[in-house]
């Protein structure tokens, strides 16, 4: 089954280079330009990988995670941030909010389209039978 994988990205050109490098390696992919609309493809389209930009208008790329994290329908569906600058501190922010990698910008890419085919081997493929079990009493 094609792969389907959702870009939130503001800026064109890497909107751009990102779709097409996908789709050449054979992803279907969605595109949002901002925050909420990708929320609303996600919601919808239950992608199986999310890129998220983190310097996005309005609503940014954290704040978004957190709401695709939060939510119950999207839990197979991982999310990596695409950042400009990403220190020792982002990355800690970035795994904060719930991304479960972080890609930086500019793209290169080998690197991309490696750590996109990484990410979405471990997915949907079942457990690993060390499945992330922890949840803590929370309601
Ligand atoms: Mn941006």
Not at 18 to 29: D, M, R, S, W
Not at 59 to 72: N, V
């Amino acid at each position: 089954m094609t792969k389907r994988v959702l870009v939130v990205e503001d800026n064109p050109a890497n909107m751009k280079l990102a779709t097409l490098l996908l789709e050449q390696a054979g992803y279907q992919v969605l595109q949002a330009g901002n925050a909420i609309d990708g929320i609303a493809l996600a919601k919808t389209q239950r992608p199986d990988l999310i890129l998220m930009d983190i310097q996005l208008p309005g609503m940014d790329g954290l704040e978004a995670t957190r709401r695709l994290k939060a939510d119950d329908g999207l839990k197979a569906s991982k999310v990596v941030a695409l950042t400009a600058f990403a220190m020792k501190g982002d990355e800690e922010r970035m795994r904060a909010a719930g991304c479960d990698a972080y890609i930086a910008k500019p793209i290169q890419y080998k690197e991309f389209l490696a750590e996109v085919a990484k990410l979405l081997a471990g997915a949907g493929e079942g457990s690993d039978g060390g499945g992330p079990k922890e949840d803590p009493g929370g309601g």
